[in-house]
């Protein structure tokens, strides 16, 4: 049964950083894409980041150039570094394993982890 486990959340000034980690494990040999997700009290899911299988990444206009996503395949785990944080990046955030297919469609699958807080004080 695969399992996804996030970290690294926390409460952070505004213009500060954070790094968020995603692990998968259970029955996978390794990640194939991964996504990053964020829900704010209120809002809907929302998509941040994705990585495939070779490495390619994409992002919302909102994280262009304050996020990077990345991967450890040795790990098989994927990380969120997140810098120039704002108010508005404070939501729960969840990383969401799929494939190629789901990284181009930006539809997510059904393997979600439990989610890590992200606050962000002005």
């Known amino acids: 049964q695969v399992r996804l486990v996030e970290s690294g959340g926390g409460l952070v000034q505004a213009g500060g950083s954070l790094r968020l980690s995603c692990t998968a494990s259970?029955?996978?040999?390794?990640?194939?894409?991964m996504g990053w997700y964020r829900q704010a009290p209120g809002n809907q899911r929302e998509w941040v980041a994705a990585?495939?299988?070779?490495?390619?990444?994409k992002y919302t206009d909102s994280a262009k150039g304050r996020f990077t996503i990345s991967r450890d395949d040795a790990k098989n785990t994927v990380y969120l570094h997140m810098n120039g944080l704002k108010p508005g990046d404070t939501a729960v955030y969840y990383c969401?394993?799929?494939?190629?297919?789901?990284?181009?469609?930006?539809?997510?699958?059904?393997?979600w982890g439990q989610g890590t807080q992200v606050t962000v004080s002005s």
């Open positions: 259970g029955g996978i040999a390794s990640i194939n894409a």
């Open positions: 969401n394993l799929g494939d190629d297919r789901t990284f181009y469609s930006g539809i997510p699958t059904d393997y």
């Open positions: 990585i495939n299988s070779s490495g390619r990444t």
